[in-house]
């Protein structure tokens, strides 16, 4: 070859690639972001630089600061194969919605909690052959990937957990029998800088075992065997649960526009008020939606309610609906009831142990 041939070849081989020829790759990348995620398979095989493109750091950051980020849904199912299998809810359109296999976490433990900042999901603790994990797993959303995170100081199972101010608060799971546990009964963890820090917290909640948590309004609520407690991030109060509350909270919850849902013994869905301290059942949704007493999940998905239940027949069958929730004068609460998607698993899922996690992305 000669060297004039060489020299054309080096340039050709070091040439950039543009994303849409005729602009800008700033332009380009501004315009690519803000294609909805579901045309995201289709856009990949336009070119390799806009496939190379879609799976960096730069096109995402590129949509948050464009506000074109979307609502997405994990669920996290228990089955024979596994304790913990992880799927995400897609759309391509409105009317076409599937759940889609996340890879599975490398250490699937039972009795994890679960926290969502930002584009990642922590799953914290758990119990692996039977025996407390300080192990933390973090799922980045943006590429469906598993990495490991700071362990926590003391092994937890079923502990109570939820995100304020970006940082990641949990409480119990584990018994406070030592200085050690007891110290780090209550912890957070600041995903910015790595580290867990220990919350101080009265020795008087240190025997309680947690079955649900939330967050509403910067305090983490959760749910012991006897009786509730309240976590205030801002000023590091403990409270009690509200009797109206605490009798009223069975089972899993999610928080809407300040109002906490969950099920109660009839099967219906209520919402308590922790302004007026009052639970209301929530009317509207009478149709196309079976009386639960357990089974059930939900999710506050972009400001709505999103409810998960399965039908038993000769496979697992997952259904959702999304609730539009209004708040009418009399503080009656109505629900506009939007899709529902019927969704077949293969393998015998138990929602008793699923839960629900929203992010945008």
């Not at 070119?47 to 669920?75: A, C, D, G, M, N």
């Not at 809810?89 to 409105?94: A, D, M, N, Q, V």
């Not at 649960?241 to 809407?256: I, K, P, Q």
């Not at 929730?325 to 899709?339: I, L, M, P, S």
């Amino acid at each position: 070859m000669s060297t004039a041939a060489a020299a054309a070849a080096t340039t050709t081989t070091e040439e950039p690639q543009v994303l849409i020829p005729s602009l800008p790759d700033d332009v380009a990348l501004n315009c690519l972001a803000r294609v909805p995620r579901s045309h995201h398979p289709t856009l990949s095989l336009v070119s390799k630089p806009i496939r190379t493109v879609l799976s960096s750091p730069l096109f995402f950051t590129t949509r948050s600061l464009l506000h074109s980020t979307e609502p997405l849904l994990y669920l996290s199912l228990r089955s024979p194969l596994s304790p913990s299998l992880f799927f995400c809810l897609t759309s391509r359109h409105e009317n076409d919605r599937t759940l889609t296999p996340v890879p599975p976490i490398p250490s699937a433990p039972v009795g994890a909690a679960y926290a969502a900042v930002g584009s990642t999901i922590y799953v914290l603790g758990g119990s692996i052959n039977d025996v407390p994990s300080a192990n933390v797993w973090a799922l980045d959303c943006r590429f469906n990937r598993w990495q490991p995170a700071p362990r926590m100081p003391v092994g937890r199972e079923f502990a109570a957990a939820g995100a304020v101010d970006g940082k990641i608060y949990v409480m119990g799971g584990c018994v406070g029998d030592t200085w050690a546990r007891s110290t780090h009964w209550a912890e957070v963890f600041d995903p910015g800088t790595g580290t867990w820090e220990p919350v101080a917290s009265p020795i008087e909640v240190r025997d309680k075992w947690m079955h649900a948590s939330a967050v509403v309004d910067g305090k983490v609520y959760a749910m012991a065997d006897r009786g509730g407690i309240v976590y205030n991030a801002s000023n590091g109060e403990w409270e009690s649960v509200e009797s109206e509350l605490d009798m009223g909270w069975r089972g899993r919850a999610c928080v809407v526009d300040g109002v906490l849902y969950c099920y109660d013994y009839l099967g219906k869905i209520r919402g308590f008020d922790v302004e007026e301290k009052a639970w209301r059942e929530l009317r509207g949704v009478e149709r196309g939606l079976p009386r639960f007493l357990c089974g059930a999940t939900m999710a506050n998905v972009g400001g709505k309610l999103l409810v998960v239940w399965e039908v038993k027949r000769k496979v697992v069958e997952i259904w959702c609906a999304e609730i539009a929730v209004e708040k009418r004068e009399g503080g009656r609460e109505v629900g506009r009831q939007g899709w529902l998607l019927p969704q077949w698993v293969l393998y015998r899922a138990l929602l008793g142990g699923c839960s629900l996690m929203y992010l945008n992305v």
